[in-house]
């Protein structure tokens, strides 16, 4: 069987480059995201190149959906090899102007949904002795924002969340890795392509040393 390869967070950038470069070493693509009209067009897109895709809806911070959506995927093409969370909410507010319910709810996308998916893959994974896990950080955890307040907090989150399961899982075959993207993605840019960070993850999955966190 093909070994699939899950997008949580899927979008037209890093999402989309990541799945082309999966996709290159022979994997499946599976992507999770909220709007199914984008995931029609990125299926549509990522088959015309003949890369076989499928998609969930699922909002990453609604873990009843997104539980749904695993078992649903698991059922059908079965364990991923590698699961990728790549979701954000990415809302410009000032931390002095942001409300309790703002980063509760910002939260449960920017970090919370990371362990159910984790929860959703792991056993499984640990089963057939192999798996990856790779998160999107960001700046933001390294050099705070106030005008980013929740999407601050939610990249240091991931960022613990990253550390935390390397470490809890270092004497297992399962990887654990984040890359902590320190500008702002753009295709005409040298460095910050979604390409070149595409790379990353690769690196990453391909490794065989400890690495655990690329900071790019």
């Not at 390294?142 to 470490?167: C, E, M, W």
């Amino acid at each position: 069987m093909t070994e699939l390869c899950v997008i949580v967070g899927m979008g037209e950038g890093n999402g989309m480059a990541i799945a082309r470069r999966f996709a290159r070493e022979g994997f499946a693509i599976a992507m999770l995201a909220r709007n199914e009209q984008k995931l029609q067009g990125y299926q549509a897109t990522l088959q015309a190149e003949g890369i076989t895709a499928h998609y969930y809806l699922a909002d990453a911070g609604d873990e009843a959906a997104v539980t749904r959506a695993f078992t649903h995927l698991q059922n059908q093409w079965g364990t991923p090899v590698v699961l990728i969370y790549n979701a954000a909410v990415p809302r410009m507010e000032n931390i002095l102007q942001t409300t309790y319910d703002t980063l509760v709810n910002d939260f449960q996308a920017n970090v919370a949904g990371v362990m159910v998916c984790v929860q959703s893959v792991l056993p499984a994974m640990q089963h057939q002795q192999r798996g990856t896990i790779l998160l999107t950080g960001g700046g933001f955890s390294l050099y705070p924002q106030p005008d980013f307040v929740s999407l601050s907090i939610g990249k240091a989150g991931i960022r613990v969340l990253a550390n935390t399961l390397h470490a809890a899982l270092k004497d297992s075959p399962i990887k654990v890795g984040t890359v902590t993207i320190c500008g702002t993605v753009n295709g005409d840019d040298p460095k910050y392509s979604s390409d070149r960070i595409a790379e990353e993850y690769w690196k990453l999955h391909s490794a065989e040393n400890e690495e655990y966190e690329i900071v790019y």
